[in-house]
């Protein structure tokens, strides 16, 4: 049993939790209204250099060469950084807690997979020198089909976008192809319901736009280390990952953040330091790189877009018996954080509503767009707005009020949940109940005395027969291999590795890595070494 100490914090928290109406000052409000807060472009270092990167103006080419012979000469030139100068030159921000393969290089060597991708870096006395010598960098593309669309890029023949997933979806426990939630038998609710409704929700991707755009400066400390100035909102993400990108322990760098000029998720990829700590290990000076607004849209990542599909069957009298569900979260060309993103979805289905037959299907696609990322409840928030004009819509077809509706099938404790765990401390119906004291929507007596803490449990809490599925055979676990940092292979596939006989519960492999402290797990939940 969990017990919290509150004695020991008593004098750093007050749990009367009596705010609203008060004027409470935020703890960073006076630098912000003086203009004083310390941002991480506020540090101006004695012979700081600038680097800039020459991005693919493709979706998808072939790298044929890279010359850079006339940028190497060009003025205020201090090094020219590519993908063979990277250590470790391909990552996933995800494999710090080994969920995922590394995909994703820091610069592009043998292909560009979107428009924006990097290629190679300069480094300069300054911004303008950089750029006139990037205009010197001489690349011969060689335009490869590109798709665009998450159902195209899952049809025999399309282009492959990311070679580690061939199949252009991710891979989860090195054995399924999505993520999937099956509780009862939803063919049969269906057969039952009175009415069925299937409806088709878009989500177009989403810029964060902050105003203070990604960027760091690194520079070279006592003892070989380094000390980062940064603008992330994962402090350690970014510290282990550059640790991992640069093929050095992590207490090599010493990383101060600080005022994030907004971020909303879209700074929690480690975007720019890796390169500026390589550029300042290179030059033996101070390097600062910070996108600018067109590289930020283009380079820094947007929210997913993301397609759902939804089915339900209805009662006359508004229960719903089945939801089916499938769902494309567009991951742009590689991982970053969409795999996340499809993990969380999956656990949000079917919503906050007791229903007795669910069946989930959720992508993770690949496709030759801007990598996607986090962003304010990325995972649920484009799959809420969804399932609830889905039960608008359900509402308006069964002709019950929308917020009677909800009521209706809206959880109560002692319910089952269709992830098998029993629903508690529910409050969707008293939500719904002073929604429509605010909003003057008239309810029915008999439903402004229901309450989410009775009427659960029993029939409600059953859990239905579900059909049994096949179990895949897992692939044989194997150290990863690519030739993103070396020169293009023969072939872009690597023979499919030899499978082992079924396991009843396939569980991802949990393999120690090289680096990194004992750590917890917010996708899995659990602790490793």
């Known amino acids: 049993m969990l017990e ?15 705010e609203i109406g008060k004027g409470t000052q935020r703890q960073d409000m006076l630098g912000h209204v003086t203009g004083t807060s310390t941002y991480f472009d506020d540090h101006k270092l004695q012979g700081m250099l600038h680097l800039k990167v020459l991005r693919s103006p493709h979706a998808h080419a072939r790298l044929r060469r890279i010359d850079t012979m006339e940028a190497e000469r060009a003025p205020g030139v201090r090094r020219i950084i590519r993908g063979a100068d990277v250590p470790v030159n391909l990552n996933t921000l995800l494999s710090l807690i080994n969920f995922g393969k590394d995909d994703e290089p820091s610069l592009a060597v043998d292909k560009v997979r979107y428009k924006g991708e990097p290629i190679v870096a300069i480094v300069a ?14 690349v011969d593309y060689e335009p490869l089909p590109a798709v665009f669309d998450v159902e195209e890029a899952l049809k025999p023949g399309a282009p492959v976008v990311n070679e580690v997933y061939p199949k252009n979806t991710f891979t989860y ?16 609710g269906f057969a039952e319901a009175d009415h069925v409704l299937e409806q088709r929700y878009q989500m177009s991707p989403i810029e964060h736009a902050p105003t203070e755009t990604n960027g760091s400066i690194a520079a070279p400390d006592t003892n070989g280390r380094y000390v980062v100035y940064t603008s992330t909102q994962a402090l350690f993400f970014s510290l282990d990952t550059c640790a991992k990108i640069l093929d050095v322990p992590s207490n090599t760098f010493h990383f101060i953040g600080g005022t994030v000029g907004g971020g909303f998720g879209g700074k929690v990829d480690t975007l720019t330091e890796p390169l500026a700590i390589l550029g300042a290990m290179l030059t033996g000076r101070p390097v600062r790189y910070q996108l600018g607004r067109e590289e930020e849209m283009q380079f820094g990542s947007p929210r997913g877009a993301e397609r759902i599909y939804i089915k339900d ?3 006359r009298d508004g229960r719903i018996v089945a939801r089916q569900i499938r769902a494309y979260f567009d991951s742009g060309a590689y991982t970053r954080l969409s795999s996340y993103a499809v993990v969380k979805c999956v656990a949000h289905l079917p919503g906050p509503y007791t229903i007795p037959n669910v069946h989930g299907d959720v992508y993770c696609v690949f496709t030759n767009r801007t990598p996607a990322t986090a ?4 995972g649920v928030t484009a799959m809420d707005f969804a399932l609830e004009c889905q039960m608008d819509k ?23 949940k269709a992830h098998r765990r029993e629903a508690k401390n529910t409050a969707l119906i008293e939500c719904v109940q002073v929604a429509a004291e605010k909003a003057k929507w008239p309810l029915r007596e008999e439903l402004k005395r229901m309450s989410s803490r009775k009427d659960g449990g ?10 049994l599925e096949p179990v895949l055979q897992r692939a044989t676990a194997s150290q990863q291999r690519t030739t993103y940092d070396r020169a293009p292979a023969a072939s872009t596939h690597e023979p499919p590795p030899a499978p082992t006989p079924p396991a009843p519960r396939p569980r991802p492999q949990t393999p120690s890595p090289s680096h990194g402290a004992t750590r917890f797990s917010s996708v899995f939940g659990t602790r490793r070494r």
Not at 125 to 138: C, H, M, Q
Not at 173 to 187: A, I, N
Not at 375 to 378: D, H, K, L, V
Not at 399 to 404: A, F, L, N, V
């Open 173 to 188: 426990h090195d054995v399924y192809d999505h993520q999937k939630l099956r509780f009862g038998d939803v063919e049969r």
């Open 375 to 378: 962003m304010r409840g990325f």
């Open 125 to 138: 006395d300054s911004p303008r020198e950089a750029f006139e010598a990037l205009a010197k960098v001489r």
């Open 313 to 315: 069957g209805v009662m």
């Open 4 to 18: 919290l100490r509150k004695d020991i914090f008593a004098d750093e928290r007050d749990d009367n939790l009596k």
């Open 458 to 467: 029993g029939s409600r809490a059953t859990i239905s027969p579900t059909p």
């Open 394 to 416: 359900l509402a308006h077809l069964v002709g019950i009020d929308p917020m009677e509706f909800r009521i209706l099938n809206a959880y109560r404790d002692g319910d089952m």
